[in-house]
């Protein structure tokens, strides 16, 4: 059998992304050093062994000796620094083992989900690390099916085909769930892109831009209401606005305003402030919505947890 190509590291600016700004403290991650909330990456890439005239060829263009060793004297520093990367996922592993114990503590229950799954929720929620609706909600495994994308946003009916909307097929078709809760979060990026953008802005160049514009009705209603209001409190309230778009483009869907209708499913709202840790929760109001007009949902049971 062939053995694996050996890696090298590289920490060539050309191919490394952008910092991720972080807490101050100095600490260790993946082998990198995180100074002054910065973290500079390294990055693993294969690469194919040298012949020997190329290795001789590559050697002269490197100049001196003395360069040459200190080339040499930085690869192995900087694989000594990629061994010891591998301590996060030694942390990985102890969640897993830890997990594996409840797994054993409950093995009927487990059983049970391999041979079929009957979520009770299905919920778009963003992909932010910090919102997980699982730690937020305390989901468990075969309780919620789950759909994280940029700001949480539901694309109508009509736009065609994501991954979104066939997760929502297969959600209320399929796995029959009985409620799909929307979270929006604070300090969103996601809704913070879309409240950037220009009115005559051509999105095509971006993915992020292509995507979020789905909520760009909610960003107009945004500016029209809160236009008296800075910038962070605008989003703020885009958020929550955009929320309230997404459970309007659910019932773009035919076979989810039926179900809605026959009240076999029921569509919610839901916010996460995570710098305050605080919970809204609220519930389309599917008959009085028919009575709204521009697109305006009519909600009923809310709630506050904090």
Not at 71 to 93: M, P, V
Not at 97 to 124: G, H, R, T
Not at 249 to 268: D, G, M, Q, R, T
Request: proline fraction near 5%.
């Amino acid at each position: 059998m062939a053995s694996s190509p050996p890696f090298s590291l590289s920490t060539d600016p050309f191919t490394s992304t952008h910092c991720i700004l972080l807490p101050t403290k100095s600490s260790k991650i993946f082998g990198s050093t995180v100074i002054l909330g910065k973290i500079e990456h390294t990055h693993l890439r294969k690469f194919t062994p040298l012949r020997r005239d190329q290795g001789f060829a590559l050697k002269a263009s490197m100049g001196p000796p003395e360069l040459t060793q200190q080339l040499d004297k930085n690869k192995l520093e900087t694989l000594s620094r990629a061994e010891d990367g591998c301590d996060i996922f030694n942390g990985l592993k102890d969640r897993f083992l830890s997990f594996k114990n409840k797994y054993m503590e409950d093995v009927e229950q487990f059983e049970k989900l391999a041979m079929a799954q009957a979520p009770k929720f299905m919920v778009i929620a963003c992909g932010d690390s910090r919102v997980c609706p699982s730690n937020i909600l305390g989901f468990q495994p075969g309780e919620a099916f789950t759909i994280r994308n940029v700001a949480n946003l539901v694309p109508p009916f009509e736009s065609g085909p994501t991954e979104t909307n066939a997760a929502l097929e297969f959600a209320v078709n399929t796995l029959l769930v009985e409620n799909i809760l929307v979270i929006g979060h604070s300090c969103c990026g996601g809704i913070r892109a879309l409240m950037s953008m220009q009115d005559d802005e051509n999105a095509s160049g971006s993915f992020t831009k292509s995507w979020v514009v789905v909520g760009k009705k909610a960003r107009t209603k945004t500016k029209a209401a809160a236009s008296n209001l800075s910038f962070d409190e605008q989003c703020t309230h885009c958020e929550r606005e955009s929320v309230n778009h997404s459970l309007s483009n659910l019932l773009s869907y035919p076979w989810i305003e039926e179900k809605v209708a026959k009240e076999e499913l029921s569509i919610h709202g839901g916010y996460y402030n995570f710098i305050d840790c605080s919970f809204e929760k609220w519930t389309l109001d599917y008959r009085r919505t028919k009575l709204e007009e521009n697109g305006r949902i009519a909600a009923k049971n809310k709630v506050f947890w904090s």
